[in-house]
């Protein structure tokens, strides 16, 4: 539970840009809603409700816009965390993170769920403080352990890896 | 649903007992939390063959993970759940003073009391205010939705404003897909979107992959903390001798929790701390609070796991959730076609008498899974905590993937982990958001479902009696705020 009365009216540029942006590309985009043509009376039709939404998040986006630049002079830096007051070591760290997870998900396609987690998770373990060879034979252990109670109890279809597949076509047609 | 007996099945009972001790072990570990330990868990339940053994799991891990953020807050001070944060004063307190043992004992029997008062109420207040609610229509169901998300976003520890900013993206971000009248909206052509949001990838996002990457980018510091030196060995006597000492202390905190509960948005961290301020204010030792006193850990956990059966009061009967986890368990109901609303002891009577019982036998399980997290504690925290993280966003994807067997599901999860860790960042409460990703399209709805009816007219809206009564409740809410907030303040400082 967090208290503060001074982090609750810190204006955020970084959430009012975001805010405007969403709303924005909402509103841009619900100009291309299709009204199907069987609107009733009093029907305010598919685009009010989510334009209503979209005016309101651009109204709260602007504001603290607004208040961010009207209070920069007062303002003072620090408090708990924020992501202005990330210092290199973290970004980096979270700059890596988001990306190998893109990457991650991404290579389940080509290499299926056992190939990509081995390239994922064993320099991640490592680089958060465990060893070389204890990351290398979690991740073993996690990939097991997931094949068995997934694909094995539960009957999910993991993703198998398109290159694997195209291999063993490959390997069968020779 | 025979009844009893099929609970004790091996089928049932074993994903059930496996369940507990997962959530025993996300609850117990610092930097996871009980909603976490749902969400996780939500996509392995649906699996399995019997949807009662399913019900059970989600049902056991919602309850167990709460208990279990007690664990950390007492031996480190650092809550293992949101809902555990008041246990960092008096049990954290006494595990300096070598009472932990005594104090974790005290913990996981009120919380059975706890959550066996919750589900009492649940039992008894959900059918009868099922029966009031066939009275409601279009109008009131509107007015129930705003209410519930108002009232969410007016509790946000972190202010109204950005409560209600929450509430406007889960609003935007639901009215993707299909609507009701077959319109389609934001769907950037692709046929994954027709469907909406995913419910489930996103609530992994949003409490799973955000708080590996605030763990990644705080370097660990998010769940540092100081452990305290080994307990002294006290009986369960002596425990269950405390707490008849401090019995309408336990009573009134869970009666408390109960009704906190069942208000949206404000769930089981807000319960704990309005109990623990109610106990303070009341006993004969309120200055000693904070010092390690029993009371000071009774009314807290007596109130948390009674807010569990609370917030699925409105939950089951208006499909309006009081908190994220319970959110969450009700994003897993309709997975499981039971659809909540007035006429559900109608349409799934035995689901939901499954439900009730399930969750009146799960506190008599929690003794032994709560002992077990007790005992499994100091192993627990030897684990290497950044390859739990790493573990927790494999289970991520897979638990994602797993729903629909569908990688677009795992970019919905990371996507929602990404803009989670962003909003939090900005002290952009979750919790409402996920509420208005859930009660968006139940709001549009039923608010063009009422004009249609009256051409246009808004008026039934805010002349029929229900609606009224929900509008004043409305501005009990934002006004009586301050109010609250000073009460809670003066609960944990003074």
């Known amino acids: 539970m967090t208290d503060g009365a001074q982090e609750r009216d810190e204006p955020s540029l970084s ?114 403080g465990s060893r070389w060879w204890v990351s290398v034979a979690m991740t073993v252990g996690l990939v097991v352990a997931v094949e068995v109670l997934f694909a094995g109890a539960f009957q999910v279809r993991l993703p198998e890896g398109t290159t694997f597949l195209a291999i063993d076509r490959f390997m069968v047609n020779m | 649903m025979e009844g009893f007996s099929e609970l004790f099945s091996v089928g049932v009972l074993v994903p059930w007992v496996l369940g507990m001790i997962f959530g025993v072990f996300v609850g117990a570990t610092p930097g996871l939390t009980a909603t976490m330990a749902v969400a996780l868990i939500v996509p392995v339940s649906y699996r399995l063959d019997d949807p009662v053994a399913g019900l059970a799991m989600i049902i056991g891990v919602s309850f167990t993970a709460i208990f279990a953020g007690d664990i950390p807050a007492t031996h480190l001070r650092i809550p293992g759940t949101p809902a555990s944060a008041a246990a960092t004063l008096d049990g954290h307190a006494m595990a300096k003073q070598g009472r932990a043992d005594h104090a974790l004992r005290l913990d996981l029997f009120c919380s059975v009391i706890g959550g066996l008062i919750g589900v009492l109420a649940l039992m008894l207040v959900a059918p009868q205010l099922a029966k009031f609610a066939l009275k409601f229509s279009n109008f009131e169901y ?61 609530m992994i996002g949003l409490f799973g992959i955000s708080e590996v ?179 927790v966003t494999v289970f991520s994807v897979v638990g994602s993937y797993a729903m629909r067997d569908n990688v677009f599901d795992v970019w919905t999860m990371l996507a929602f982990g990404v803009a989670g860790f962003f909003l939090e960042g900005r002290k952009i409460p979750l919790a409402p ?5 859930i009660l968006g399209p139940m709001i549009e709805e039923n608010l063009r479902a009422g004009l249609i009816k009256e051409g246009g007219s808004l008026t039934p809206f805010f002349t029929r009696p229900i609606c009224l009564a929900l509008i004043l409740t409305l501005a009990a809410a934002f006004v009586g705020r301050p109010l609250a907030a000073r009460w809670l303040r003066y609960g944990k400082t003074a």
């Open chain 2, 433 to 437: 958001l996920i509420l208005g990703l």
């Open chain 1, 15 to 128: 959430l009012g840009v975001a805010l405007v942006l969403l709303s924005g590309g909402a509103l841009v985009l619900s100009r291309g809603i299709e009204e199907l043509g069987l609107a009733r009376k009093g029907d305010p039709g598919s685009k009010a409700f989510p334009i209503g939404l979209a005016l309101a998040l651009l109204a709260a986006g602007g504001w603290l816009v607004f208040r961010w630049f009207a209070e920069r002079k007062k303002r003072e830096s620090g408090g708990a965390f924020s992501w202005d007051a990330l210092k290199d070591g973290p970004a980096a760290n979270l700059s890596a993170m988001v990306l190998s997870l893109a990457a991650y998900a991404w290579l389940l396609g080509p290499l299926g769920f056992a190939s990509a987690t081995l390239v994922f998770c064993p320099p991640w373990m490592k680089r958060l």
């Open chain 2, 142 to 202: 509107f007015w129930l939705g705003v209410c519930g998300l108002s009232i969410s976003a007016a509790v946000s520890q972190t202010g109204a404003l950005r409560g209600l900013i929450a509430v406007g993206i889960g609003m935007l971000l639901s009215t993707i897909g299909v609507d009701d009248q077959g319109a389609v909206r934001f769907t950037f052509g692709s046929m994954d979107l027709y469907d909406g949001v995913q419910l489930i990838p996103a």
């Open chain 2, 213 to 391: 990457l605030r763990f990644v980018a705080t370097g660990g510091k998010s769940v540092e903390a100081t452990e305290v030196g080994r307990s002294k060995p006290e009986s369960a006597r002596h425990a269950w001798a405390a707490i008849w000492k401090h019995k309408w202390t336990a009573v009134k905190s869970a009666i408390l929790g109960t009704v906190i509960g069942a208000l949206p948005g404000a769930g089981a961290d807000i319960a704990a701390w309005g109990a623990y301020g109610m106990a303070q204010k009341t006993s004969r030792n309120g200055k000693r609070f904070g010092k390690g006193l029993e009371e000071g850990v009774i009314a807290p956990t007596s109130a948390n796991n009674a807010a569990v059966g609370g917030a699925w009061i409105p939950a089951l009967v208006f499909g309006v959730p009081g908190d994220a986890v319970t959110a969450i368990v009700l994003g897993a109901f309709l997975v499981y076609d039971i659809v909540p609303g007035p006429q559900i002891f109608e349409r799934s009577g035995d689901q939901v008498r499954a439900i009730f019982q399930i969750a009146l036998v799960t506190q008599f399980l929690l003794v032994i899974a709560g002992w077990l997290g007790i005992k499994a504690f100091s192993w627990i925290l030897r684990l290497p905590r950044g390859a739990v993280m790493v573990a």
